[in-house]
């Protein structure tokens, strides 16, 4: 008798890390059925719509890869903000205990207010700073409070080939401008959606799953003017870039400091290595500049 193949649920299969998880998604194709959802076809801020939708697919796995991000437009948008990244996410949260389904929901580094010399460990305490960091912890909370089946994988800096992002927004005004300021005093982990990808596909296939909160990034740390430095030399750009101070750039949402995340714990529990930042940037660029 042929044995069912585990189905894995992939909410917001269009952003970024829906379009890596959806790369590789062949790769595994012996293995798990992928469904993946977009906001056309599944709204996650209304719960009749993901109860249909965990009734009609019955998912073993939900990957929780959709969000609110606009960081900005969230410091006018709060209602918007929380409705995605905490009610959503509570009505996905709700849907997976009920069906005895694992969750691995992405978070954020923004969940903590970044006044820090130390990287931040899973169990730190967190302040966000501004609507979009509130709201992501809210999510948080209510994922672990409701489904104890819950993986929250947080990251950082995300770019990867696909929809918007710093390193496709630097490549394009590298072609279009002669010099550019870049922000130099925040420092953070640079992380290569497909490498997230990846990393989620390793915990689903680990036997004896471990709950909880993890952190996983790429590595190490760095500021958004060096991360830009390199992107210039991984494309062969000669744009002159200077660095800026956070009071010189003001935005509307106050960005973290520091938010440089340990990566110990799922290194520890889930045996996975993150890569060098500048490593996995280099492989990106690649992609991006032959497109």
Not at 178 to 207: K, R, S
């Amino acid at each position: 008798m042929k044995l069912q193949m585990k189905k894995i649920a992939v909410i917001g299969g269009n952003g970024q890390l829906g379009n890596c998880i959806r790369k590789i998604a062949p790769d595994f194709e012996n293995t798990y059925e992928f469904i993946f959802t977009d906001s056309q076809t599944l709204d996650i801020t209304n719960e009749d719509q993901i109860n249909g939708f965990f009734y009609d697919n019955k998912p073993d796995y939900c990957i929780n890869a959709s969000a609110y991000t606009a960081v900005d437009l969230a410091e006018k948008e709060k209602d918007k903000a929380f409705a995605v990244n905490a009610d959503g996410v509570a009505y996905l949260a709700q849907a997976c205990a009920d069906n005895k389904c694992i969750l691995i929901h992405v978070s954020t580094d923004y969940v903590f207010d970044g006044d820090t010399n130390l990287p931040y460990s899973e169990d730190d305490f967190t302040n966000p700073t501004g609507v979009y960091g509130a709201s992501k912890r809210k999510g948080e909370e209510l994922a672990l409070e409701i489904n104890p089946k819950t993986i929250i994988l947080r990251t950082s800096w995300l770019y990867s080939e696909f929809n918007k992002n710093f390193v496709k927004t630097m490549l394009n005004l590298f072609s279009q401008k002669d010099q550019l300021g870049i922000v130099a005093d925040q420092f953070g982990q640079p992380t290569n959606a497909n490498d997230l990808a990846e990393a989620i596909m390793d915990i689903i296939e680990t036997p004896g799953k471990t709950f909880g909160i993890f952190h996983f990034s790429n590595y190490p740390e760095t500021t958004w003017f060096e991360f830009a430095k390199k992107i210039a030399e991984f494309s062969g750009s000669s744009v002159q870039l200077n660095p800026l101070t956070t009071d010189q750039y003001p935005t509307p949402a106050k960005r973290p400091g520091r938010s440089t995340m340990s990566l110990d714990k799922i290194e520890e529990v889930y045996k996975i290595e993150p890569k060098h930042w500048e490593n996995s940037l280099e492989e990106s660029v690649k992609i991006l500049t032959q497109q």
